[in-house]
Nanobody, 114 residues
């Protein structure tokens, strides 16, 4: 059974940094795409950043220049370095892995205090 385990969330002051990690276990396949999504209270889940097995990255406009995604395809692991955090970045952050199907993590809370 495939499991995605996220870590690295927490409480940080505005302007601070956090690094999220997501490791997938139990998969016989390497990822095609891994990424991070976030959902704030009362809002839909939105894309933050994705990375393909070839290293191509995409970012939401709201995080460009502040967040950096990286990944290790051989280990089915993805990271999200978040700098210059803003209160509007507060959300539950979810990891997603796509092989021949999609898998989601349980989410990790990121809270940015003003």
């Amino acid at each position: 059974q495939v499991q995605l385990v996220e870590s690295g969330g927490g409480l940080v002051q505005a302007g601070g940094s956090l690094r999220l990690s997501c490791a997938a276990s139990g998969s016989a396949f390497r990822f095609n795409v891994m990424g991070w999504y976030r959902q704030a209270p009362g809002k839909q889940r939105d894309l933050v950043a994705t990375i393909t097995s070839g290293g191509a990255q995409t970012y939401a406009d709201s995080v460009k220049g502040r967040f950096t995604i990286s990944g290790d395809n051989a280990k089915n692991t993805v990271y999200l370095q978040m700098n210059s955090l803003k209160p509007e970045d507060t959300a539950v952050y979810y990891c997603r892995m796509t092989t021949w199907r999609d898998y989601w993590g349980q989410g990790t809370q990121v809270t940015v205090a003003s």
